[in-house]
């Protein structure tokens, strides 16, 4: 699904309205948004990019749908389909409605990659999955919630940091509040969600979440962290880390696709 259906936008009228925007919202949320997303999100809230370029390059490619295309033919000032034909082809593995970014030269760089600079053209409007890499790229309907990239640095920074920090006292006992405390874990939950539309540049999605749920923006980054660290470990597996860590271990696709609701 595209669209949380809630009146965006609309003047609330009266409280039952707003009760009602509510339970719509809520209903949406928990039967459309997989649970494993959440996880996956925490994990691109603690992901630092080193800005390699690594992924504009070599092995995959980027697949992307008609808002995507649409977003790069408005930053470009040209049409969609002008767009569509001049920097994308078909999908070789056909995913339905997508296509994916032309890549040039011997080294398969993405077409919006300026080699000289290492830095995407287009980077404010870049399509959702260079957005979402690498932790929102696996499919989380899938078994395997987070892929590591072994051609990605900051992926394994990310699995240093995350080894280091599993043992952390302090990170245990965000896990118990968690767990001990429902309210607070699921207004984390609404809280990556809104992080995760915001990300994707749906800044005005983002805003009307947190109307209709009350949740607030988090004020404090660090402590929106913690919890994100603490999440994550209730919620993902870590055995074979230490075998990702020693044989740089990969996954095949360096960009598998977007499956974001
Ligand atoms: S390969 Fe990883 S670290 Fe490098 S630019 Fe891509 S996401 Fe960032
Ligand atoms: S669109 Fe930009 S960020 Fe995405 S693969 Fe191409 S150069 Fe990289």
């Not at 092995?59 to 000032?77: K, M």
């Not at 287009?122 to 957005?131: T, V």
């Not at 509040?177 to 992080?195: D, G, M, N």
């Amino acid at each position: 699904m595209e669209h949380i259906p809630y009146n965006g936008g609309i003047m609330k009228i009266n409280k039952d309205q707003e009760m009602e925007e509510r339970e719509a919202f809520f209903q949406w949320f928990t039967e459309e948004v997989p649970d494993s997303l959440f996880p996956q999100i925490a994990a691109q809230v603690l992901f630092r990019c080193l800005d390699c370029s690594e992924c504009c390059r070599g092995e995959g490619y980027a697949l992307v749908d008609e808002g995507d295309i649409q977003e790069i033919a408005r930053a470009l000032g040209i049409s969609r389909s002008e767009a569509r034909e001049r920097f994308t082809q078909p999908d070789p593995e056909r995913n339905p409605g997508c296509r994916i970014l032309k890549s040039t030269g011997p080294m398969n760089m993405c077409c919006f990659l300026d080699a000289l600079a290492n830095k995407c053209k287009i980077y404010g409007s870049r399509p959702r999955i260079c957005r979402t890499f690498p932790m929102l790229n696996s499919d989380p309907l899938a078994d395997d919630a987070i892929c590591f990239y072994s051609d990605c640095q900051g992926t394994h920074r990310f699995a240093k940091m995350i080894q280091e920090k599993r043992r952390d006292p302090r990170v245990q006992k965000d896990m118990e509040k968690l767990a001990e405390q429902p309210e607070r874990l699921s207004a984390l939950r609404i809280s990556l969600f809104v992080w995760l539309r915001r990300m994707l540049g749906r800044i005005e999605e983002a805003d009307q979440i947190c109307r209709i749920t009350g949740i607030r923006p988090p004020q404090d980054e660090s402590a929106f962290e913690s919890y994100c660290l603490a999440y994550f470990f209730m919620t993902i597996k870590t055995e074979g880390l230490e075998e990702y860590l020693a044989e740089g271990n990969t996954t095949a696709n360096k960009r598998p696709g977007p499956h974001l609701p």
